[in-house]
């Protein structure tokens, strides 16, 4: 079955275990795959179809996922009930949950699969490797920022973001991996967002233009969301 998603699903394969509204008790499983969303999950019980489901899946000790999901397919391989589910409804904060088990879990595959080969960058190659924990979306926003090691304040236009990242252009050159602090304008006139990162790949584009990647310390989803709002 060849599925196309707007996020990566990251092979966890790691044991949880899953609660449904409509069902008592938890349920043992395993969650082959997630993003953030859906997940595919392996277990022995039989779940309702065809209706909107109300879960708690259970990543690992103390750390929990509600949602409301629909069964995207089924298939039964040896007995045992393999399901793709499709998160319909998810807040923020429990994505950011999910982000941290995929660090915790996937640490390697994530690093690679959501920064560029800087090699490639060196050589001025434009094969980015475009798949990502977060999706990146084009926004076009006025900045500031701060290079905490030079004491300089410099301007920006950010052009895309996502949780964990940013891509912007500037005037100047960053060395390799400036560490940053970085003042997004809201367009709404409300306060200023205020995040840091460090770039960590840079690309020039012409005379005084720079295009720079940009790392967050943190996954900020509901700034980002503020963001997308403004």
């Known amino acids: ?11 966890v394969k790691q044991q949880g275990r899953l609660k449904l509204e409509q069902l008592p008790g938890e349920l043992p ?5 997630i993003s953030y969303k859906g997940a595919r999950i392996v277990l022995n019980t039989k779940l309702p179809e065809d209706a909107a489901l109300r879960i708690n899946l ?11 999901v629909w069964i995207a397919w089924h298939k039964v391989f040896n007995g045992v009930n393999h399901y793709g589910i499709y998160f319909d409804k998810i807040r923020d904060a429990d994505k950011d949950k999910i982000y941290n088990f995929l660090n915790k879990y996937c640490h390697n595959e994530i690093k690679e699969k959501w920064w560029p080969d800087e090699k490639k ?13 977060f999706e990146r979306f084009p926004v076009n926003i006025s900045a500031r920022y701060l290079n905490p090691d030079t004491g300089e304040e410099g301007l920006a236009k950010i052009q895309d973001v996502s ?5 912007l252009s500037a005037s100047e ?13 809201m367009k709404n006139q409300g306060e200023s967002l205020y995040t840091r990162g460090k770039v960590v790949w840079e690309k020039s584009e012409g005379v005084n233009n ?3 990647g940009v790392e967050l310390e ?13």
């Open 1 to 11: 079955m060849q599925e196309h998603r707007r996020y990566v699903r990251y092979q």
């Open 121 to 133: 960058l060196e050589k001025g190659g434009d094969n980015m490797n475009d798949h990502r924990i």
């Open 58 to 68: 259970r990543l690992y000790e103390d750390c929990t996922v509600d949602a409301e």
């Open 173 to 185: 050159e960053l060395r390799l991996p400036a560490a940053l602090e970085i003042w997004l304008e």
């Open 218 to 230: 943190k996954a900020d989803l509901m700034g980002i969301s503020r963001v997308l709002r403004s």
């Open 210 to 212: 720079y295009k720079l």
């Open 163 to 167: 949780a964990k990242g940013l891509g």
């Open 29 to 33: 499983c395993q969650i082959k795959d």
